[in-house]
């Protein structure tokens, strides 16, 4: 009985790759040598093994990764094996930033029209040219503001500051890392810039809401040099990759909706329109009365039509956004997901769903609709959508590397409970 057990236990290390043929082979002569209380302690052993194997019982550390599944199922069953390569991704909790040359150019954005930013500003502007001899990028339109011009501090560094043109220059591979002044749509506006590689961003909350500028300005140098230093948190939040093709001819387009398709002899030429988008992508009825019915397709397949007032495509960091307002849950950025999202949907059993970040969706115009779309990318970038264009969406690899305060779980709760009031009511009162 005792061999039986031994052997039962060899064969078990044997498909679990636990152990090398010699370590085996050592642990088969020992057990076979050793006395009957060793014997008892290696069956305990073996047991908790088992019960751990069943119930995935095993010991964790601090991770915001999920556990990785055991990969056999039962006596018999296990995933089969093929060429496919997965890719390892590595814990969000370990995510730290570091520098392998020290950064030395710095995109500033500031919220516009708002009087509120202009003193710190001038004031960060300041101290990263005089103090941290780095070289400081500015949006052109910034030297419009007539009481920036008037600030005499800004005099004295305005001629070292560098001027960028949103949509003439290309900022790709000369900015080292992007302060952020005003709220959440100033970083939206930062993502916006960079339709690959993004530069670490650090956002300052001097906006409305702010629910992704942990940063306060109060002690703004004490910060940025942690920055500097390295070894900050960081949360990456995933982009989407929407990628507008339109129809290159007129064939078996609806008659009534031809007189929308603004010119349709010059369709040929029109080239795929690729955009990263940080919140989401919304298609909606736009000025029509009648119900958008949309064609949805994940991975080739049909899914359902969505029929109503649109449809919101989201990441998990868009998931606080417009998402939340139409009845979705609120994801961790973290959470490798996509959001989709109906807006006021003919039907009470139709409910937001989250599918997983590597799948592709398309979506298309259905063909008995009565009417266009209407499709905005991260609330810009607005325009029509035909019968017969196809509006393709996939997780990007690039995403936005967000500088923490705190670390990814800290931040994304403060948010909650300071932008959203998340669960705040009067607490019950005990038995007294």
Known sequence: ?????????????????????????????????????????????????????????WPRTRS?????????????GRIMKNSAMV???????????????????????????????LSP?????????????MVVHVEAAVLEDQALLANENFQTVREKVQLFRDGRDDLTDKIDFIICLGGDGTLLYASSLFQQSVPPIMAFHLGSLGFLTPFLFNNFQDQVNMVLQGNAALTLRSRLRCVLKRRSSQEDVPEESKHTRINSVSQERIQPHN????????????????????DLFIDGKHVTVVQGDGLIVSTPTGSTAYAVAAGASMIHPSVPAIMITPICPHSLSFRPIVVPAGVELKIKISPD???????????????????????SVTTSVYPVPSICAQDQ????????????????????????
């Not at 915001?64 to 056999?72: D, E, G, K, M, R």
């Open 121 to 133: 500003f001038v004031q960060l502007t300041q101290w990263l040219i005089e103090e941290k001899r």
């Open 87 to 117: 890719m390892q991704i590595q814990d969000p909790a370990s995510q730290r930033l570091t520098w392998y040359k020290t950064p030395l150019t710095v995109l500033v954005i500031k919220k516009t029209r708002d009087i509120s930013v």
């Open 409 to 432: 779980i800290q931040d994304w709760f403060d948010s909650l409970a300071d932008c959203l009031q998340w669960n705040v009511r009067k607490r019950q009162k005990n038995f007294r």
């Open 1 to 57: 009985m005792e061999l039986a057990m031994v052997l039962e236990g060899l064969s078990r290390w044997k498909s679990e790759g636990l152990a090398s043929v010699a370590e085996r082979r050592k642990a088969f002569s020992s057990s076979s040598s050793e006395s009957s209380g060793g014997s008892e302690e290696a069956m305990e052993e073996e047991e908790e093994f088992r019960q751990r194997k069943r119930s995935g019982t």
């Open 275 to 294: 955009l990263l988008v940080l919140n989401e992508m919304v298609v909606d009825r736009g000025p029509s009365p009648y119900l958008s019915n949309v």
């Open 369 to 391: 609709s009565r009417n266009t779309a209407w499709v905005s990318f991260d609330g810009r970038n607005r325009q029509e959508l035909h019968h017969g264009d196809a509006l």
């Open 64 to 76: 915001l990764n999920a556990p990785s599944p055991i990969q056999q199922f039962g006596p018999c």
